[in-house]
């Protein structure tokens, strides 16, 4: 272009439209200045555009545009500006340091705003601001709302450059916090109030203050403690009565107030509130006793304090002080008798007392009163009496008191008591008793006893001779004497016993009766007691047909014994004494049977023939040697044997061996001789007794023809019990040709032996010693010629012992009892034979089974109860065994049927007139009159003599009580039934009990005892000694036998 053109410019368009005139343009240089100045902070942009033209001046077609951007810069000319000339706010008391109180906005129109600082003053305020406006908490702890309620402070925004602010006012209102409690002033109060006054009074107001405001300022009050007898009120706090108050029962009460405001979470504050409760005088004075008691002697002295009186009253002060004084005395005496100590209530004698025979007792009434207004007043009595003084000995009712007691009394059991009187007041009732005894003593009430550990014994000692002495006073005393003489009266606490004797006695074999018995041994029992209790009766049970004691104890053969038969017996022996309850004391004797000569001796055979040749015939030959026996023993079994008369000159007879031996040469003789003699068989008896034979003895010149035996005796033997057939041994006979036989045949006892064709002797049966030792059997022998000739052969057969088993005679047995048969009730008597002799037959007999409910007697076979209680309405099996010495046994079945169809009301008890061992005999007759009497059938339990009732007197006769049952048809009959048929039908059952026993006899019915634990108790112990004795028997009885064997 050319420098040399003109331009010409211009505005076209100014954006924003509104700051068109701030511009201006000039036309030729188009320079561009502000005509106008801006306010940025008005403008909406700071930048303006400006659109401009240029054109040619010569060539207005020729323009060119262009666009300016003015920007108008920032120049700090505005302050400031806070968004509120003053703030208000509201805080929480305690906030925290940090806490956003409220947030202060600051603005600047400059460009960029306000970049100054903010500050709040003055500086103490607890605020602090940040840069971006917001105040915050900067020191808790004078955020207190209680000191403080509202904090005032500026808040100022300051601009650097050039300096402008603005400042703005804050009011900070600080919300209550509940950070107080309650607080009472004072904590602790104490108010008084009398006991009379009622529910509703007003005590005390008490107040609490609360620093915080509202809810957390506002208090209620409460009460603990007082037991109910206070309240408060809830707002006011006025503490008023509840109830009535007693000073007596509670004199003070500890309260606790209650102060709790009504913030969330509430706190509390307490105070003590001490309620002392006065006293009014509402009580009377109280005597510890209603009535007082002393005792004074007669010689009492004045002034003496007697007895100290005390009442109190349970109120306090004043109202509790205590006068006393006597109000009345009865009887009354002038001058007075007593006084009072008003203080003290000490109670003196004022005088001398009158006699004590004039005045025994005194009553005084006497009154305590109190201080108090109104005066109260209270009452009591006291009674004096007055005591005689101790001038008069004690005094027994007997100088000598005699005494029986029976010596079964209890220990600690009370024998008498002896009477003390005295004559001073009081009499012995003070009293007590010196005694010296290891047996007695006597207590203060003067009840003399046995000591209880000390048993009496009347065996011991059967008197007693005791000192007592009376003292009235426990020291000091004046004293009596009295004398006791204590008799032991007898119980029936001893068995009998039996005297010491042999183990076995003897008697003499012999035709013995009642009239005409024979003495073996008195075996008198003894027993310590004395009266009916030591009166001992001694009997063999079961009675024995050969036996029988006499009074005396004298034991005596009434049957005839032969040793030959029998040699021993065994016998149970009982002694029984007459007490009640009775005693018994049981043993077994042994009666060997000695010899008496009352057999004569037995030869061999009947005759004696014997042959002999002449040729053989040398003297000191053995010609025929006799044998004979004697059934007796000892030395009246010994034979010597003789010839009646002179004899024969050429025979001799040894007198002890029985052998004929030929003394002469036969030489002289020239033909057949017999030479007849009569042989004597006599024992050493007295006086002796003999047996003749005749003996023929023939010298043969030659042998005759005809049959004989080789010897003329021959001697077998065989043990008995051997079977049929046995062979006893051989005789022979020769025919003395060969043309001849010869046959054997018994002449006797061919029941029993046998003899066989070559001369063999046999059994027919076995043979038993007992019934016969020795056999003589004639043996004939017979040839056959014509006519045959024959000869007799003696032979004798001598039966050995062997040891047999005994036998029972049956092998079961069926019997019954009642439940309630008392021990040693008889069950059955279980026999067995042994027909060995001697020791050999002795049995014994034992239970296998079942020992806890029977019992044998080991020598009788008697079966007895023990105890069958438990075994009613059942069955027993009892197996009963036998043994004789050498072991060898049987055994035997008792079937035993225990009724318990009765019971002990259905016993009934008669008592007879008759001694218990003869009642025994006749037991079984006896049931037979009651059961026709009565028309039942009637099983008597137990039998035993009964006792001295009320009397220790010798009774002049002896009485049996006997108990049965009585059945009809297998039913029991009541035993009142019983009874009553009985005393109907007593004269008919006396005739016939008269039958009975061959003479009169009484009857009595006994009356049931209702109670008889006692005699329940003490048959137990009876049984239980009973027992323990036949123990020691049957011990005693095995010891023996062993030793024997």
Not at 142 to 152: G, H, P, Q, S
Not at 233 to 261: C, F, I, M, N, W
Not at 970 to 992: G, M, R, T
Not at 1004 to 1011: G, R, T, Y
Request: charged share 20%; proline share 5%; hydrophobic share 40%.
């Amino acid at each position: 272009m050319n420098p040399k053109q003109t331009l010409g410019h211009g505005f076209c368009l100014v954006l924003p439209k509104e700051y068109e005139e701030h511009f201006n343009i000039h036309t030729n240089s188009g320079v561009i200045s502000v005509e106008t100045s801006f306010d940025r902070e008005l403008m909406s942009s700071n930048i303006v555009n400006i659109s401009i033209k240029a054109a040619q001046t010569d060539d207005a077609g020729k323009t060119a545009d262009a666009v300016v951007q003015v920007t108008v810069e920032d120049v700090n000319d505005s302050p400031p500006v806070l968004d509120q000339d003053s703030y208000s706010a509201t805080l929480l008391e305690n906030s925290p340091n940090n806490s956003i109180v409220f947030k202060a906005t600051v603005t600047d129109a400059d460009e960029g705003g306000f970049v100054g600082t903010l500050k709040i003053s003055p500086e103490s305020t607890p605020f602090t601001i940040d840069d971006d406006g917001t105040v915050r908490v900067k020191n808790s702890a004078a955020l207190d709302r209680e000191t403080n309620a509202t904090i005032t402070f500026k808040i100022e925004a300051i601009d650097t450059d050039p300096a402008r602010n603005d400042v703005a006012t804050v009011l900070v209102t600080l919300e209550d916090e509940n950070d107080n409690s309650p607080v009472f002033n004072p904590t602790s109060m104490e108010e008084a109030v009398s006991e009379d006054k009622e529910a509703g009074f007003s005590v005390t107001t008490v107040s609490a203050t609360d620093r915080d405001s509202g809810a957390n300022g506002e208090i209620r009050y409460s009460l603990t403690g007082g037991e109910g007898r206070f309240a408060v009120h809830p707002e006011s706090g006025l503490v008023t009565l509840a109830a009535g108050l007693d000073r007596e029962v509670k004199a003070e009460y500890q309260l606790q107030v209650v102060a709790e405001d009504q913030g969330c979470p509430a706190n509390t504050a307490t105070a003590s509130l001490l309620i002392n409760v006065t006293d009014v005088n509402d009580n009377a004075p109280e005597f510890l006793q209603a009535v007082y008691q002393v005792l004074v002697p007669e010689n009492q002295s004045i002034d003496t304090s007697l007895l100290t009186l005390s009442a109190k009253d349970l109120d306090e002060g004043v109202n509790a002080e205590v006068s006393y004084k006597i109000i009345d005395q009865s009887p009354s005496l002038a001058p007075p008798v007593f006084k009072l100590n008003a203080t003290s209530g000490a109670l003196q004698l004022a005088r001398p007392l009158p006699d004590y025979s004039e005045v025994k007792e005194y009553t005084l009434e006497v009154q305590a009163s109190d201080g108090g207004t109104p005066t109260l007043v209270g009452k009591t009595s006291v009674v004096v009496k007055v005591t005689d003084v101790n001038n008069n000995p004690p005094e027994f009712d007997k100088g000598s008191y005699d005494v029986n007691v029976t010596e079964n009394l209890a220990s600690g059991g009370s024998i008498l008591t002896v009477k003390v009187t005295d004559k001073d007041e009081g009499g012995f009732c003070h009293g007590h008793f010196l005694f010296t005894s290891d047996t007695f003593y006597v207590n203060n009430q003067g009840v003399v006893s046995l000591k209880k550990d000390v048993t009496l014994d009347r065996e011991t000692k059967d008197s007693y001779t005791l000192q007592v002495v009376a003292v009235d006073q426990p020291s000091g005393g004046l004293s009596a004497t009295a004398v006791i003489n204590i008799s032991i009266l007898d119980y029936n606490d001893n068995a009998p016993q039996f005297p010491t004797i042999p183990e076995q006695f003897e008697v003499k074999e012999g035709n013995y009766s009642e009239e005409t018995p024979a003495e073996i041994i008195n075996m008198k029992p003894t027993d310590p007691d004395i009266g009916p209790n030591g009166e001992v009766t001694i009997a063999i049970f079961p009675p024995h047909p050969l036996f029988r004691f006499r009074e005396d104890g004298m034991l005596m053969a009434i049957g005839s014994l032969d040793r030959e038969s029998r040699d021993t017996y065994e016998l149970v022996v009982t002694a029984s004494d007459n007490g009640n309850p009775q005693r018994q004391n049981i043993t077994t004797v042994r009666v060997n049977i000695t010899d008496i000569n009352d057999n004569k001796p037995e030869f061999s055979s009947s005759s004696y023939i014997h042959h002999i040749l002449l040729k053989d015939a040398l003297p000191g030959t053995v010609v025929l040697t006799l044998e004979a026996t004697d059934k007796d023993s000892g030395s009246n079994s010994l034979i010597t044997f003789s010839f009646l008369k002179e004899g024969s000159p050429y025979l001799s007879l040894d007198n002890t061996s029985g052998a004929i031996t030929l003394t002469h040469n036969v030489a002289n003789v020239t033909e057949d001789t017999v030479l007849q003699l009569t042989a004597v068989a006599q024992d050493h008896g007295e006086p002796p007794l003999n047996t003749t034979v005749p003996v023929a003895i023939i010298l043969t010149v030659t042998i005759p023809e005809g049959v004989g035996f080789l010897s003329s005796f021959y001697n077998f033997s065989v043990s008995e019990n051997e079977p049929n057939g046995t062979i006893l041994g051989e005789v022979q006979a020769s025919s003395g040709s060969d043309l001849f036989s010869v046959s054997y045949s018994l002449r006797n006892h061919n029941d029993l032996f046998s003899v066989d064709a070559n001369g063999t002797i046999h059994t027919r049966v076995p043979l038993d010693k007992e019934l016969k030792e020795w056999y003589i059997l004639e043996v004939k022998a017979e040839d056959t010629r014509t006519p045959p000739t024959s000869a007799v052969a003696i032979a004798t057969v001598w039966v050995r012992n062997v040891n047999e088993p005994p036998q029972f005679h049956t092998n079961q047995s069926h019997v019954s009892v009642f439940s309630i048969a008392p021990y040693k009730t008889p069950v059955i008597i279980v026999t067995a034979t042994d027909p060995d002799v001697g020791d050999s037959g002795r049995l014994n007999y034992s239970i296998v089974n079942n020992t806890q409910h029977f019992e044998v007697e080991p020598s009788s076979g008697l079966v007895r109860v023990v105890s069958v209680v438990d075994l009613a309405g059942s069955n027993a099996t009892l197996k009963v065994k036998v043994s004789d010495p050498s072991g060898l046994e049987a055994t035997t079945t008792v079937e035993v049927a225990v009724s318990g169809a009765a019971s002990k009301t259905d016993v009934v008890v008669i008592s007879i007139e008759m001694a218990a061992n003869i009642f025994n005999v006749k037991i079984r007759e006896v049931e037979s009159a009651l059961s026709s009497v009565l028309g039942w059938t009637i099983h008597i339990l137990d039998v035993q003599s009964e006792g001295a009732v009320g009397s220790r007197s010798l009774r002049a006769t002896s009485r049996t009580l006997v108990s049965f049952v009585s059945l009809d048809k297998d039913q029991v009959v009541p035993s009142q039934h019983v009874i009553e048929q009985l005393k109907n039908q007593l004269s008919a059952l006396q005739w016939k009990l008269n039958e009975v026993f061959g003479e009169d006899v009484d009857i009595q019915v006994v009356d049931p005892i209702q109670d008889c634990g006692d005699q329940i108790l003490f048959i137990a112990v009876v049984v239980m000694l009973i027992l323990c004795v036949l123990l020691l028997i049957v011990a005693v009885v095995l010891l023996i036998c062993l030793f024997r064997k």
